[in-house]
């Protein structure tokens, strides 16, 4: 029974797009998963492929400076980088934070509530209007949840 069921389980596995197979390159893998955050076990190859590398400019090294993800299919690579959260999703609340609150209490008037206090992944900015919490700015966040102007398609 136990050898009919692992049986039955590869006829399965090799049937479904991806699941069989490992991959050591993002395009071929990224085509197999489709949408995905982060590699999961299917990916062998290194985090930063010498093509990747050329192309954004790096050293085949580097890779703790970037990261990629899947997207329809698509791979995409995030560049690290001052106040550039690649590795976390976008907040995107509208309501300020009671950090923000506070700020804007002991800043008014101020143009812009500073990073350290929003929080990097923030997509949203911030200003006072005298002690008031207002939104200057909102930035586009993918279906993924991610920043989409920290992120650019990239291939071979």
Not at 105 to 129: I, K, L, R, Y
Not at 144 to 149: E, F, I, N, T, V
């Amino acid at each position: 029974m136990k050898n009919v069921l692992t049986a039955l389980a590869l006829a399965v596995a090799a049937t479904l797009p991806g699941l069989a197979q490992s991959y050591s390159d993002p395009v071929p893998y990224c085509r197999a998963v489709g949408t995905i955050d982060k590699a999961d076990a299917r990916y062998t190859g290194p985090k930063l492929p010498a093509w990747m590398a050329d192309q954004l400019h790096l050293q085949p090294d580097q890779g703790k400076m970037m990261e990629w993800r899947c997207a329809n299919k698509a791979v995409l690579a995030c560049l690290y980088g001052a106040n550039i959260p690649c590795g976390s999703k976008a907040k995107t609340s509208r309501k300020p934070t009671p950090a923000i609150v506070d700020y804007c209490h002991q800043n008014p008037d101020s143009n812009f509530v500073p990073m350290v206090v929003t929080g990097h992944e923030s997509a949203v900015s911030w200003a006072c209007h005298q002690s008031v919490p207002v939104v200057t700015r909102s930035a586009a966040v993918d279906a993924q949840g991610y920043q989409k102007d920290f992120w650019q398609i990239v291939s071979p």
